[in-house]
């Protein structure tokens, strides 16, 4: 039984009693219904809260036009796969996009209600969901971009990722048993060297450590708990102090994840993630807690986890594991995908690789298991002309949330923005190493301003007594090994004024030179 089982409807907060009164699952079997009857005449919450359930999202900055969000394992995507993406996406012409996440994901816009039934066949049929992708369910799963690919790495996460999901969401169908959770959990599992899906900032997260058993060193996992950011707080993961072998890992996750359902705190939405459970009740009753549902006791972390490596972003020509075999990472703009962008894409991978396409929390996609003989061929390809395998050293670490186009929180413009100020310092500064700004246009921190060398977090600001466009600025934010979130230096620069305080910034911090300065040295 849960804590709240027992509280009265009365007394719950609007979220908690429109759960308490229908699971948001029930939805899946209304989406014939909804489809017929339109948007404009479907219930309220139903509309703008259950829908998510199934990954389908009212947006009240583009009314009548939804935004879809897919459910893909370790950012992994088969050609036919994306050509049904793209399929869904051209058919809302201008409107019609798709954009990559943090998450390894990918969200769809422009989704009209009335096509939901034939968009859901579509998927279903190359073998892909939406189902628990929104509200308070696990969000998409991460784990290393080139999984099976890496000759260093310690671990292939992609079975793994695939079995928590299948766990999680009865194999897509829907899994009843997890969707009320408090608040939405992110997991994420890494068996590479380069903390390649940012563990810090996960509700859960799996990061490799080796364990001495006498004379052998046994492979598995230290766990971090808590990490999370949001509007009224940000923090980065702790050690759970518990080491398990990758055989554990599902059943970890799922103790931890019915620990957080059953007993994590309700009340207030602004307090409901993992780590304010955590705060309550300390971290041993929490370890305790996780044990007796997994009815065993964990082993100590090891001393060290094996997170040695600074992050690669994996943008590039690499040599596979697999002889003779390449993979190669293409910059996406912001993460900006249409139509066009993705039926290209799906013939890449099918014409020079294996039909396989990966995507990377920094918004990027991978075309792995090309052949040398290939390569030449691939890289002369027009589209790397946009998508390139060797942008600018600020293009190529640039990340940006939605923004106010089409996200109702977003407080300012960001992607657009982000790539013409971007574009605009690169023609002004020699760099000598990428520097990564990252862009988020609200304080829910989707662009993860804290992981950034520079965040840029969306505000409204005062200039000459008017409302403006601006950020708060963030700076030192690490990755890879030793990573730590960074903090707030500056707040309010309104967006106009930003180019010249950032061109300052990559002066005095990043080592970048003024052209014209460059050039008279010289």
């Known amino acids: 039984m849960t804590d709240t089982a027992t509280t009265t409807t009365a007394s719950l907060n609007k979220f908690e009693k429109f759960k308490a009164e229908k699971d948001g699952l029930a939805i899946k079997e209304e989406i014939e219904k909804f489809a017929s009857l339109g948007w404009e005449a479907m219930d309220e919450t139903d509309r703008d809260h259950r829908l998510k359930w199934v990954g389908v999202f009212f947006r009240p900055v583009t009314p009548g036009k939804f935004m879809m969000r897919m459910r893909i394992p370790n950012g992994i995507l088969t050609s036919a796969q994306m050509r049904a993406l793209a399929e869904v996406v051209q058919r809302y012409g201008d409107d019609g996009n798709a954009d990559i996440t943090t998450r390894q994901n990918i969200q769809l816009r422009g989704i009209a209600i009335e096509d939901l039934p034939d968009i859901f066949n579509r998927f279903h049929a190359v073998g892909l969901t939406t189902i628990q992708s929104g509200m308070d369910n696990i969000r998409n799963i991460t784990g290393d971009p080139i999984a099976g690919l890496d000759a260093d790495e310690l671990f292939d996460t992609r079975e793994l990722v695939q079995q928590i999901q299948d766990m999680l969401t009865n194999k897509g169908e829907g899994n009843p048993e997890f969707t009320n959770l408090p608040r939405k959990f992110n997991i994420a599992i890494t068996g590479g060297r380069d903390n390649s899906v940012h563990a810090e900032i996960n509700d859960l997260a799996f990061v490799p450590a080796f364990k001495a058993a006498g004379e052998q060193k046994l492979f598995g996992f230290n766990i971090l708990v808590g990490g999370f950011f949001s509007a009224k707080r940000c923090e980065a993961a702790i050690p759970l102090n518990a080491w398990v072998p990758p055989e554990d890992v599902v059943a970890v996750c799922r103790a931890i994840v019915e620990v957080f359902r059953d007993r994590g705190l309700r009340a207030n939405r602004q307090k409901s993630r993992l780590m304010w459970l955590i ?12 044990e007796k549902r997994l009815g065993k006791s964990f082993l100590p972390a090891a001393p060290k986890d094996e997170i040695d490596w600074e992050k690669r972003d994996h943008i590039g020509v690499y040599k596979q594991k697999q002889p003779g075999l390449n993979y190669v990472g293409l910059h996406i703009p912001v993460g900006r995908l249409y139509a066009g962008d993705m039926f290209e894409i799906s013939r890449l991978a099918e014409v020079y690789g294996s039909g396989e396409i990966r995507l990377t929390v920094e918004q990027n996609i991978i075309i792995p298991n090309i052949p040398e003989s290939r390569l030449t061929t691939l890289l002369a390809e027009p589209l790397l002309e946009r998508f390139a395998v060797d942008p600018g050293l600020l293009t190529r670490s640039l990340v940006s949330c939605t923004g106010a186009q089409f996200c109702n929180f977003a407080l300012i413009e960001t992607k657009n923005r982000a790539l013409a100020t971007i574009q605009a310092l690169e023609s002004e500064l020699i760099l000598t190493r990428p520097v990564r ?16 060398d520079i965040g840029l977090m969306g505000t409204k600001t005062r200039k000459n007594g008017k409302t403006l466009e601006g950020v708060d600025i963030y700076m030192g934010g690490k990755v890879g090994k030793d ?9 309010g620069i309104p967006c106009e004024d930003l180019q010249p305080v950032l061109q300052n910034l990559l002066i005095q911090h990043f080592g970048a030179k003024l052209k014209q300065e460059a050039l008279v040295t010289h």
């Not at 700004?437 to 950034?452: E, F, K, Y």
């Not at 990573?483 to 707040?491: D, E, M």
């Open 279 to 290: 705060d309550e009740w300390g971290l041993e009753k929490f370890r305790l807690e996780v």
């Open 437 to 452: 700004i990252h862009w988020t246009g609200c304080p829910n921190s989707c662009g993860q301003p804290q992981v950034a």
């Open 483 to 491: 990573a730590h979130l960074g903090t707030c230096v500056t707040k």
